[in-house]
C-alpha cells in the first residue's frame, strides 16, 4: 500500500479518544482529527471510554461533558489517573463557568462549546498549560439571565447531576428546574 505524500504514518500518528454520544458530530470530528494525524478511537460513552482507554492509554481526548450515564467530568478523573500526562478537552452545547473550572480541576487542559470544528479542538489541544494572561477581560458584567444560568450549573454540579436534588437545594419545583435545563444556555 503507498502512502500519500505528506501522510503521517501510522506508528508515528498521535492516539486521541473520542468520546461524544452524539453519532454524527463523532464521526465527522473524529474523520477531520484523522486527516490532520490523529489515531483517533471514538466512544459514546464514559464505560466504552474506559475500556478503549485501559486497552490503550491515549495521549489526547476530547471529552463531551453531557453522555448517558457518568458525565464526562467523571471521564476526565479516570483518564487522569490512568495517566496524568493525557492531554483532555472537554466539549459541551450546555456551556457554563461552573462546569469549566470543574473541568480543569480535575485535569482538562481546556473547554469548548460546540457547535467547534476539528481546527479548534486541535489548537485547544496544543495550547500550553500555563494559561494566557494577556487574555482580554470583558468590562461588562453577566446578564441576570446568565447569572442565573451560572449558579444552576454549579449547584447541579454540586448534587452530581441529580435534577430532583439539585431542584431542593435551590428550593424550585423539579418541573420547573428541568424547563430551565432544557434551553440553551444565555449569551453574554
Same mark, same amino acid.
Given at each position: ?5 505528506? =501522510? ?10 473520542? *468520546? ?5 458530530? %463523532? @464521526?465527522?470530528? =473524529? ?5 490532520? !494525524? &490523529?489515531?483517533?478511537?471514538? *466512544? ?6 474506559? *475500556?478503549? =482507554?485501559?486497552?490503550? #492509554?491515549?495521549e489526547y481526548a ?6 448517558? !450515564? ?9 483518564? +487522569?489517573?490512568?495517566? #496524568? ?8 452545547? &450546555? ?11 480535575? !485535569?482538562? +487542559?481546556? &473547554? ?10 486541535? =489548537? *485547544?489541544? $496544543? ?8 487574555? #482580554?477581560?470583558?468590562?461588562? #458584567?453577566?446578564?441576570? $439571565? %446568565? ?14 447531576? $441529580?435534577?430532583?436534588?439539585?431542584? @431542593? ?5 423539579? %418541573? ?5 435545563l432544557s434551553k ?5
Open positions: 500500500m503507498t502512502e500519500k505524500p505528506g =501522510a503521517i504514518a501510522e506508528d508515528e500518528q498521535s492516539t486521541l479518544l473520542l *468520546a461524544d454520544d452524539d453519532d454524527a458530530f %463523532r @464521526r465527522v470530528l =473524529a474523520r477531520a482529527l484523522g486527516r490532520r !494525524g &490523529y489515531a483517533v478511537t471514538c *466512544a459514546a460513552t464514559v464505560d466504552e471510554a474506559m *475500556a478503549v =482507554a485501559l486497552a490503550q #492509554p491515549p476530547v471529552v463531551d461533558l453531557r453522555m448517558p !450515564g457518568d458525565s464526562g467530568l467523571v471521564l476526565i478523573e479516570k483518564l +487522569i489517573e490512568l495517566d #496524568p500526562n493525557t492531554r483532555i478537552v472537554m466539549l459541551t452545547g &450546555y456551556a457554563s463557568i461552573a462546569t469549566a473550572i470543574e473541568a480543569i480541576k480535575l !485535569g482538562a +487542559i481546556h &473547554y469548548l462549546s460546540k457547535p467547534c470544528d476539528a481546527d479548534e479542538v486541535v =489548537a *485547544a489541544l $496544543n495550547k500550553s498549560v500555563a494559561g494566557d494572561a494577556t487574555l #482580554p477581560v470583558s468590562g461588562s #458584567p453577566l446578564s441576570v $439571565n %446568565r447569572l442565573e444560568w451560572e449558579h444552576i450549573q454549579r449547584v447541579l454540579g454540586e448534587h452530581q447531576g $441529580n435534577v430532583s436534588s439539585t431542584a @431542593r437545594a435551590l428550593k424550585m419545583h423539579r %418541573r420547573t428546574l428541568q424547563r430551565k440553551h444556555p444565555v449569551r453574554d
